[in-house]
């Protein structure tokens, strides 16, 4: 009869393969497209891609078989394994990957300086838990404006530009 | 060609008398080298205004100094905090990082700093002794012995997965896979670009590097509190000044190793377009084969990080030697110098040398002089510098995030490239999580589109006769120094497994 408990326990213990499966597929998908677009173009500019990208998909279907191979025999499972791993971080993981995101939608109206402060802020109080909300205050404009002396003044470097930047630029 | 040493010593006397001009440019170059998004070569083409300004010599003095010293900076985040400040750093945290977590990241610097020092040196006076010689290896190299050389490259990817060669390969041949994005060289076919009008002109190599190494590794840090492991934590809370001097003395005492990695470095920075990150992973390469502890490398083993910033620092000197001699320069900051030059009326050329030796020798004196004063100047800030690894990750992580993210945008100014490095950043985050190893990907993207563009040329040369690529006794060598430098490592294992009992050591690569 099963035995649910230690059923459990054993998955847990096996590694999941699952995770490990994303690279070869992706890139067999990815080979798959990319010859597509190669269908019309003269042989001598096939030939470098239909070589990489053959000796791809067989070392990656070589994984997937050994794979499948490892979890038929009960060594492995085709769970996410570490991938998500510790799940306890996974929230605030997805919370910065969409602040990330913003970040970058966002500099373009409001420029480095603006969307630098807003960002390190949020997500310093996102990692810190809310605490010490004083001092990532002040870090994050030290840090935005500091990177704006250094990079936009010093270095004249192109960074997105938004009111700050348009505002101060009679002063530099 | 003959070294007038006259010159040169009158040269190296004069050189330190623009101490004032060196000192500024180093502050600057280890600033830009740090900084991903950040080369010297877009910075000498920003200040080409001031450059410009100033006599030839002083400005050519200011661009070594800069070039010197960007390289040497990029090193540093490399070691720090698992990014490289440029491409030609990729390989440093292999070792470097792992020693950071470790709580060794002051030896780490020191030994970093060492071996630029060391290795930018020797190869510096290596180049002005054996220019003459030198500046013809170019001359040899046409498409079809640098496919040869390519694939030398790729050969890499297997050196970095040690611990599964499978994954490794498949990372590497990946990156390969994404380098051939964009449109071709001959026929300028769109390919794999997903319609993106950015990616025709291939994948751009700094937001691959951001994504690659700083976004994954930042989403991957914030599990803990630190970077640094346990035992790091509690070594960087005794760490004192006998940690510089330990890695300055760990890194003397490897001093035939820099010897060397660094003349790997010299001799493929002379190829034109072959580059630092090229030169630093066959250094590491060389240097695990022919290593008796290959097992060490990616734990932190000196010898891994020694080869790598060598290595970096030899191509330095490397890619001025053809833009001197022949005219042709060995990268892009070469390329810029040379437009500088022009600029000023001065033709380069085996002739620079009778009509102008100041100009002719001056890079060398130049490159010479700032790893001197470099050395008395970064040295001590080692102390220093490492303390950014107790800084907790809950600020550590967004910084990273938002500035290496602005920096994927300078080289070209399209906000695309900020998308490119996140999903770059989720490639890598994966590859770190499931066990693929970043560089290794990072090593097919720079491989990559030199791989098709050789391939493609040679091909249209032949009229599509692959005979071409056995076409020649250059290429012939170079394909038996190919197959003897994969099966070499193979059989040096067989003899060391033959040779010891089974045992193993910790890896905390990653």
């Given at each position: 009869?099963?035995?649910?408990?230690?059923?459990?326990?054993?998955?847990?213990?096996?590694?999941?393969?699952?995770?490990?499966?994303?690279?070869?597929?992706?890139?067999?998908?990815?080979?798959?497209?990319?010859?597509?677009?190669?269908?019309?173009?003269?042989?001598?500019a096939q030939v470098s891609a239909f070589f990489v990208g053959s000796i791809l998909g067989v070392l990656s279907l070589v994984f997937i078989v050994r794979s499948i191979l490892r979890v038929r025999r009960g060594e492995a499972t085709f769970g996410l394994g570490r991938l998500l791993e510790p799940v306890a971080y996974v929230p605030k993981r997805i919370v910065l990957f969409?602040?990330?995101?913003?970040?970058?939608?966002?500099?373009?109206?409001?420029?480095?300086?603006?969307?630098?402060?807003?960002?390190?802020?949020?997500?310093?109080?996102?990692?810190?838990?809310?605490?010490?909300?004083?001092?990532?205050?002040?870090?994050?404009?030290?840090?935005?404006?500091?990177?704006?002396?250094?990079?936009?003044?010093?270095?004249?470097?192109?960074?997105?530009e938004g009111p700050f930047e348009l505002m101060v630029k009679g002063l530099f | 060609m003959e070294v007038d040493w006259g010159i040169f010593a009158e040269q190296f006397a004069r050189t330190f008398t623009f101490w004032w001009v060196i000192l500024p440019a180093i502050v600057l170059g280890l600033i830009v080298g740090a900084i991903p998004g950040f080369s010297a070569a877009n910075t000498i083409i920003i200040l080409l205004p001031l450059t410009l300004s100033l006599e030839p010599e002083i400005g050519l003095i200011f661009m070594v100094a800069l070039y010197a010293s960007s390289r040497m900076g990029a090193g540093i985040p490399a070691i720090l905090v698992n990014i490289p400040g440029t491409a030609g750093a990729a390989a440093t945290p292999l070792d470097g990082y792992p020693m950071t977590r470790q709580g060794r990241a002051q030896q780490a610097l020191a030994i970093s700093f060492v071996s630029s020092v060391l290795g930018g040196l020797l190869t510096t006076i290596l180049a002005l002794i054996a220019m003459p010689w030198l500046s013809q290896v170019a001359y040899y190299l046409h498409s079809v012995e640098m496919i040869v050389i390519m694939i030398f490259g790729i050969s890499l990817i297997a050196t970095i997965a040690a611990r599964d060669t499978l994954k490794g390969l498949i990372a590497g041949f990946f990156g390969l896979m994404i380098g051939y994005i964009g449109a071709d060289v001959v026929y300028e076919t769109p390919r794999g670009t997903f319609g993106f009008l950015e990616l025709y002109d291939k994948v751009p190599l700094i937001p691959a590097l951001v994504g690659l190494f700083a976004i994954s590794e930042a989403f991957a840090v914030i599990e803990g509190q630190s970077i640094l492991t346990k035992r790091g934590q509690e070594a960087m809370q005794k760490a004192g000044w006998d940690a510089t001097i330990e890695g300055t003395v760990e890194a003397l005492r490897r001093w035939w190793h820099i010897v060397w990695t660094s003349i790997i470095g010299l001799v493929i920075g002379v190829v034109p377009g072959a580059g630092a990150a090229i030169a630093a992973f066959v250094a590491y390469q060389?240097?695990?084969?022919?290593?008796?502890?290959?097992?060490?490398?990616?734990?932190?083993?000196?010898?891994?990080?020694?080869?790598?910033?060598?290595?970096?620092?030899g191509v330095t000197s490397g890619t001025l030697v053809p833009l001197l001699v022949i005219g042709v320069p060995g990268g892009a900051t070469a390329a810029i110098m040379a437009v500088v030059l022009q600029y000023h009326g001065v033709t380069v050329g085996p002739d620079l040398f009778q009509n102008q030796p100041e100009?002719?020798?001056?890079?060398?004196?130049?490159?010479?002089?700032?790893?001197?004063?470099?050395?008395?100047?970064?040295?001590?800030?080692?102390?220093?510098?490492?303390?950014?690894?107790?800084?907790?990750?809950?600020?550590?992580?967004?910084?990273?995030?938002?500035?290496?993210?602005?920096?994927?945008?300078?080289?070209?100014?399209?906000?695309?490239?900020?998308?490119?490095?996140?999903?770059?950043?989720?490639?890598?985050?994966?590859?770190?999580?499931?066990?693929?190893?970043?560089?290794?990907?990072?090593?097919?993207?720079?491989?990559?589109?030199?791989?098709?563009?050789?391939?493609?040329?040679?091909?249209r040369i032949s009229q599509g006769d692959l005979g071409v690529l056995f076409s020649s006794t250059v290429v012939n060598t170079l394909w038996v120094l190919l197959i003897v430098s994969l099966f070499v490592p193979w059989y040096l294992e067989l003899r060391r497994r033959k040779a010891r009992p089974a045992g193993g050591y910790d890896d905390e690569g990653c």
């Amino acid at each position: 009869m099963p035995d649910p408990v230690n059923d459990s326990k054993d998955r847990q213990d096996k590694p999941g393969l699952g995770a490990e499966l994303i690279i070869p597929v992706a890139s067999v998908l990815f080979s798959l497209y990319y010859f597509s677009t190669i269908t019309d173009v003269p042989w001598t500019a096939q030939v470098s891609a239909f070589f990489v990208g053959s000796i791809l998909g067989v070392l990656s279907l070589v994984f997937i078989v050994r794979s499948i191979l490892r979890v038929r025999r009960g060594e492995a499972t085709f769970g996410l394994g570490r991938l998500l791993e510790p799940v306890a971080y996974v929230p605030k993981r997805i919370v910065l990957f969409l602040l990330t995101i913003g970040y970058i939608f966002v500099i373009q109206w409001l420029g480095f300086t603006i969307t630098t402060f807003l960002f390190l802020s949020s997500a310093m109080l996102l990692l810190g838990e809310g605490k010490k909300k004083g001092l990532i205050f002040c870090l994050s404009l030290v840090l935005s404006f500091g990177g704006y002396l250094l990079f936009v003044v010093a270095f004249e470097t192109r960074f997105p530009e938004g009111p700050f930047e348009l505002m101060v630029k009679g002063l530099f | 060609m003959e070294v007038d040493w006259g010159i040169f010593a009158e040269q190296f006397a004069r050189t330190f008398t623009f101490w004032w001009v060196i000192l500024p440019a180093i502050v600057l170059g280890l600033i830009v080298g740090a900084i991903p998004g950040f080369s010297a070569a877009n910075t000498i083409i920003i200040l080409l205004p001031l450059t410009l300004s100033l006599e030839p010599e002083i400005g050519l003095i200011f661009m070594v100094a800069l070039y010197a010293s960007s390289r040497m900076g990029a090193g540093i985040p490399a070691i720090l905090v698992n990014i490289p400040g440029t491409a030609g750093a990729a390989a440093t945290p292999l070792d470097g990082y792992p020693m950071t977590r470790q709580g060794r990241a002051q030896q780490a610097l020191a030994i970093s700093f060492v071996s630029s020092v060391l290795g930018g040196l020797l190869t510096t006076i290596l180049a002005l002794i054996a220019m003459p010689w030198l500046s013809q290896v170019a001359y040899y190299l046409h498409s079809v012995e640098m496919i040869v050389i390519m694939i030398f490259g790729i050969s890499l990817i297997a050196t970095i997965a040690a611990r599964d060669t499978l994954k490794g390969l498949i990372a590497g041949f990946f990156g390969l896979m994404i380098g051939y994005i964009g449109a071709d060289v001959v026929y300028e076919t769109p390919r794999g670009t997903f319609g993106f009008l950015e990616l025709y002109d291939k994948v751009p190599l700094i937001p691959a590097l951001v994504g690659l190494f700083a976004i994954s590794e930042a989403f991957a840090v914030i599990e803990g509190q630190s970077i640094l492991t346990k035992r790091g934590q509690e070594a960087m809370q005794k760490a004192g000044w006998d940690a510089t001097i330990e890695g300055t003395v760990e890194a003397l005492r490897r001093w035939w190793h820099i010897v060397w990695t660094s003349i790997i470095g010299l001799v493929i920075g002379v190829v034109p377009g072959a580059g630092a990150a090229i030169a630093a992973f066959v250094a590491y390469q060389q240097s695990k084969t022919f290593s008796k502890t290959p097992e060490k490398y990616g734990t932190g083993h000196i010898e891994g990080l020694i080869a790598p910033e060598s290595a970096n620092n030899g191509v330095t000197s490397g890619t001025l030697v053809p833009l001197l001699v022949i005219g042709v320069p060995g990268g892009a900051t070469a390329a810029i110098m040379a437009v500088v030059l022009q600029y000023h009326g001065v033709t380069v050329g085996p002739d620079l040398f009778q009509n102008q030796p100041e100009l002719a020798y001056g890079p060398f004196t130049a490159m010479a002089v700032t790893y001197g004063i470099m050395i008395l100047t970064v040295l001590p800030l080692a102390r220093y510098m490492s303390r950014i690894t107790v800084v907790s990750t809950v600020y550590m992580a967004p910084i990273i995030i938002s500035f290496t993210l602005v920096g994927s945008f300078v080289p070209r100014g399209y906000l695309f490239d900020m998308y490119l490095a996140l999903v770059f950043g989720v490639i890598g985050y994966i590859a770190r999580k499931t066990g693929y190893h970043v560089a290794a990907i990072l090593i097919g993207v720079i491989l990559g589109p030199l791989l098709e563009n050789y391939f493609l040329r040679a091909l249209r040369i032949s009229q599509g006769d692959l005979g071409v690529l056995f076409s020649s006794t250059v290429v012939n060598t170079l394909w038996v120094l190919l197959i003897v430098s994969l099966f070499v490592p193979w059989y040096l294992e067989l003899r060391r497994r033959k040779a010891r009992p089974a045992g193993g050591y910790d890896d905390e690569g990653c």
